[in-house]
């Protein structure tokens, strides 16, 4: 049976040496290359066409979600695990819209690991437990009838700019809707990052269609 090929992205050395140790322990599993920036695992998976990466979120450069994202759109067929210490819903949903197929946190059992990895090599999608009720119960509770009430740390204004994100506006687009200057748009697209703990535009987006904005354009 040929090896299961497998390439981590953390930027933390002592967690890819727990990789590392838990990958040995598995004779069906190989470590074909290791990353510690987005860039890396973008350009290594693409290198390498690995079956599974093990990506983390928070990386030096654009994020793993980010990095997933081109991952998955140039090769459908490599399956992005996240592994990662953070389980908000902004992360946790971003990184399912960019197409990862697993997601667990950091601190799981070596053993609970390559399962993960052998359900995903199988084409199955798989998350941890912690996850699970995380997306039960998101999707039993009722949505927020407008922006000001998914995401109250924001302004009315600052609301309506993600409503418009969300339906995939450039800045210039969303200047002259508002009939705001280009400036302002860029102070408050920043200031919307900050207030929601997002990366970059496209967590942004993901985090807002969650809440139901943008969808219907």
């Given at each position: ?7 981590i992205a ?9 990789v ?48 997933t994202?081109?991952?998955v ?14 389980d ?28 993960a990895?052998?359900a ?16 039960i119960?998101?999707?039993s ?23 418009l ?35 970059d535009?496209?967590?942004a ?11 219907a354009?």
């Open positions: 049976m040929q090896a299961i090929r497998v390439v953390d930027d933390h050395p002592l967690f890819r040496d727990g590392r140790a838990v990958l040995a322990c598995s004779p069906d599993m190989e470590l074909v290359g290791e990353a510690s920036t987005g860039e890396q695992a973008v350009r290594l998976a693409m290198t390498l066409r690995p079956d599974i990466v093990l990506m983390d979120v928070k990386l030096p450069g654009f994020s793993g979600i980010e990095a994202r081109r991952i759109d140039e090769a459908p067929e490599i399956g992005v695990v996240v592994v990662t210490m953070f908000d819903d902004a992360t946790v949903f971003g990184a399912m819209r960019a197409g990862a197929r697993g997601y667990m946190l950091k601190g799981v059992e070596g053993a609970e690991m390559l399962r990895i052998h995903v090599h199988r084409g199955e999608a798989i998350v941890s437990p912690a996850i699970a009720r995380r997306l119960t998101f999707f509770a009722p949505k927020p009838i407008n922006p000001t009430e998914a995401f109250p740390q924001l302004t009315e204004r600052e609301c309506e700019v993600l409503t994100i969300a339906e995939n506006r450039t800045n210039g687009e969303i200047a002259s809707r508002l009939g705001l200057s280009s400036k302002t748009v860029r102070n408050h697209v920043s200031n919307i990052f900050g207030k929601l703990q997002v990366a535009r496209a967590e987006i993901a985090r807002a269609r969650e809440a139901g904005l943008g969808l354009s």
